[in-house]
């Protein structure tokens, strides 16, 4: 884990720790509304197909916000890398 080398190499890790939980909690969060989605589709009401589309809807939001917080991660580690090549 990328994580836990970095650590062992003494870099702080506390803002990676809280990156990874947030978007290990935006694709979980995503997960849980494609499932929703898809069991209701399944069903072929009006009424539940705009849910399913809302809840599709929901799932590409949190999977952009992942995307987000996984480019912050990134982001990080290539600064931690090119401090520690400085150093």
């Known amino acids: 884990n990328i994580i836990e ?3 062992k190499s003494g870099k702080d890790v506390a803002g990676l ?4 939980t ?3 909690e935006k694709i979980s ?3 849980e509304s494609h499932r929703k989605a898809v069991e209701l589709a399944q069903d072929m009401t009006k009424e539940n197909m705009k849910e ?8 590409h939001k949190q999977l952009k916000e992942a995307h987000q917080v996984l ?3 990134a982001k ?4 931690q890398q ?6």
């Open 22 to 24: 947030e978007f290990d």
């Open 29 to 31: 969060s995503a997960k």
């Open 5 to 7: 080398k970095a650590q």
């Open 76 to 79: 990080t580690l290539r600064e």
């Open 71 to 73: 480019k912050e991660i």
């Open 17 to 20: 720790e809280t990156l990874t």
């Open 52 to 59: 399913a589309i809302n809840l599709a809807k929901e799932a």
């Open 82 to 87: 090119t401090n520690k090549t400085q150093v």
